[in-house]
C-alpha cells in the first residue's frame, strides 16, 4: 500500500477543514469593525462573539475527543465539515446581533469537531511506512 490519489485527496480534505480552523481566529479581527458599525456594538459587546465562538468549538472538543474513539471518525470529519459551511454561509446571512452570534456559535461547534478528527483522520489512512515522513 502506497501513498496515493486517496491520499492526496484526503490531504486536500483535511488542510481545508484545518484552514477553516485556523482562520477563526482571523475572522473575528476581520470583522469586527463593519460587525460593530452595523449592530451599534461597542468593543466590550463585541467581544461576545468570539468568547461564544470559542467557548462552543472547547465544548465541542472536549465532548467528540471519547466520542469519536467509539462511534469512529469519518462521520464526525464530514458532519463537521458539512456544520462549518452551513453555519459559515449562514453567517453572512446573519440580519441581527443574536442570529450573528448564533451562526458564528455553530461554526465554532464545527471547527471543534474538526480540530478532534482532522490530524487523526490522515494520519489513519496513510501508509505506515509515510508516517512522520516530509517527502
Excluded: H
Excluded at 469512529?72 to 453572512?92: D, E, I
Amino acid at each position: 500500500v502506497g501513498y496515493g490519489r486517496f491520499q492526496r485527496r484526503l490531504l486536500l480534505l483535511c488542510g481545508v477543514g484545518y484552514f477553516a480552523t485556523c482562520s477563526e481566529m482571523l475572522v473575528a479581527v476581520f470583522i469586527e469593525q463593519p460587525v460593530m458599525r452595523s449592530f451599534g456594538l461597542s468593543k466590550t459587546a463585541y467581544a461576545v462573539l468570539p468568547m461564544s465562538v470559542s467557548t462552543a468549538s472547547l465544548l465541542t472538543t472536549f465532548a467528540l475527543g471519547r466520542a469519536t474513539d467509539a462511534v469512529g471518525r469519518k462521520w464526525p470529519f464530514v458532519l463537521g465539515m458539512l456544520v462549518v459551511a452551513f453555519f459559515g454561509a449562514a453567517s453572512a446571512c446573519a440580519t441581527t446581533w443574536p442570529l450573528l452570534v448564533l451562526c458564528r456559535c455553530g461554526v465554532g461547534i464545527g471547527n471543534g469537531c474538526l480540530a478532534v478528527v482532522d490530524y487523526v483522520v490522515f494520519v489513519e489512512c496513510t501508509p505506515a511506512s509515510r508516517r512522520g515522513r516530509s517527502s
